[in-house]
């Protein structure tokens, strides 16, 4: 996969540019990624704010021309987290991802992924479009204001990192979990994915709008979705938000 990275000073939201560029062109090659400097509406899952300060984050989106299932969206996200976490983890940054959509480190929130399926009016064109927001250089200052444990590469490492290098040097985890994932979708990756997200019979607790179920992790199944064990038995979750 040929990356090709379109920078701009300042967007509202790369995933939102993105998706207009795409209604505009729908012929955008794989690999295609805009990138900016600061970003003033970024989104995470049910319209939640992303919040990054101007030129202290990598906020990007990254363009995957693939046919239109639904189901591929999760599983895409998955391979994604796992890119990001190997080239942490390069640094010797302890990373690893969550389910469904996001990098940790010490239970801390180091970056979020969202994945939208976009389809051309006629339908001829599909693709996801991957936005990821990766903390950088944030401080412990800016990461203290935000709603949820949150850290960066500078907290952890101790070490202002280049944006730029940054975004390239995850050039080659991206391609090596892209091309698994393309290869042989989610099954492809779940014995990695679990090793690093497990382990099995952890103890969960997932919310997902007003439900709220316990238990303890199955597994995954083939489409990156959460197995959970409860006491009616194992049970799907396609989506939620889960704490230990
Ligand atoms: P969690 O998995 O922590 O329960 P979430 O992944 O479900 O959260 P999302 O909607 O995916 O939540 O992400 C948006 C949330 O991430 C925001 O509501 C905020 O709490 C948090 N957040 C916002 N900006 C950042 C950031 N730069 N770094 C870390 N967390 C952030
Ligand atoms: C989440 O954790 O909910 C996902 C956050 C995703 C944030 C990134 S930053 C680049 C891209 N543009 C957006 O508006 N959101 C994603």
Same mark, same amino acid.
């Given at each position: 996969?040929?990356? #090709?990275?379109?920078?701009?000073? /300042?967007?509202?939201?790369? @995933? $939102?540019?993105? #998706? ?27 319209? /939640?704010?992303?919040? *990054? ?27 994604? !987290?796992? !890119?990001?976490?190997?080239? +942490?983890? /390069? +640094?010797?940054?302890? !990373? ?26 006629? *339908? ?9 927001? %990766? @903390?950088? @250089? ?15 590469? %500078?907290?952890? *490492?101790?070490? !202002?990192?280049? +944006?730029?290098? $940054?975004?390239? *040097? ?31 019979? #952890? /103890? +969960? ?21 959460? %197995? %959970?064990?409860?006491? @009616? ?12």
């Amino acid at each position: 996969m040929q990356f #090709k990275v379109d920078w701009h000073d /300042r967007l509202g939201s790369t @995933n $939102t540019y993105m #998706k207009q560029r795409f209604i505009r062109e729908s012929d955008i090659p794989s690999g295609s990624i805009v990138a900016t400097r600061e970003q003033t509406a970024g989104r995470g899952r049910q319209e /939640r704010k992303w919040l *990054s300060a101007p030129d202290t984050n990598l906020c990007f989106s990254l363009f995957i021309a693939t046919p239109a299932e639904l189901m591929a969206v999760p599983s895409l996200t998955m391979a994604i !987290a796992m !890119a990001v976490s190997e080239m +942490l983890n /390069r +640094l010797r940054i302890p !990373a690893a991802p969550k389910w469904p959509n996001d990098v940790l480190v010490d239970g801390k929130k180091i970056c979020g992924i969202l994945s939208e399926r976009v389809e051309s009016g006629d *339908s001829s064109a599909t693709g996801i479009i991957v936005g990821i927001g %990766l @903390n950088v @250089n944030m401080s412990s200052v800016e990461a203290e204001a935000i709603d949820r444990p949150a850290t960066s590469m %500078l907290i952890v *490492s101790s070490q !202002a990192h280049d +944006l730029c290098r $940054t975004l390239e *040097s995850l050039f080659q985890p991206l391609e090596h979990w892209i091309e698994e994932w393309k290869q042989g979708g989610f099954p492809r990756l779940r014995e990695s994915w679990t090793q690093q997200a497990g382990p099995i019979g #952890k /103890r +969960l607790t997932v919310h997902d709008g007003d439900v709220i179920k316990s238990g303890t992790l199955a597994g995954f199944g083939d489409h990156g979705e959460l %197995l %959970l064990n409860t006491e @009616n038995g194992v049970e799907t979750i396609w989506s939620g938000d889960v704490s230990a």
